[in-house]
């Protein structure tokens, strides 16, 4: 919510891992056309602006969205190290990244706690570097919703 205006109404935006889809109602109620990728998609409420689309993003298959770019695309709590050049690629030009998950140090708090599920120090904004312009940044103790080590990047393509 705190860089969903830098998207703006009548965006596209891909919701990657969209759960139960509180990010796609979120941005589809604030005038953004959504696409939401989950391989269940058994929690995710229906909206009039929102595709779902059913898909496994871990196991091997071929990207389910082709080519297609998009002006926003989010991605929270969630991290596959494979999906990441396919993200950038999935930009339009000017398009935004909004990703947060959790980082090294959250071991102490719990889940995620394996090396696959957590960023490395400053790994976003290895990601952007070269491709994308950095708008906002943070690596930092959250205490909300509970207690987590996270980082936060919103980009946008050049």
Known sequence: MQWAGLLPSGATVLDVAAGSGRHSRYLADRGCR???????????????????????LEDGSPWPLGDRTFDGVVVTNYLHR?????????????????????????????????????????????????????????????SEPRMAMVQRIAARRT
């Open 34 to 56: 959504v696409t939401a990728v989950d391989k269940d998609l058994s929690g995710l409420a229906s909206h009039p602006a929102v595709e779902a689309i059913q898909a496994d």
């Open 82 to 142: 494979p999906l990441l050049p396919m993200l950038i690629a999935a930009l339009a030009p000017g398009g935004v990244l909004i990703y947060e998950t959790f980082m090294e140090g959250n071991e102490r708090f719990g889940r995620p706690s394996r090396p696959e599920f957590l960023l490395k120090d400053g790994e976003l904004l290895e990601l952007a570097r070269g491709k994308l312009s950095v708008v906002a940044y943070e690596a930092r103790l959250i």
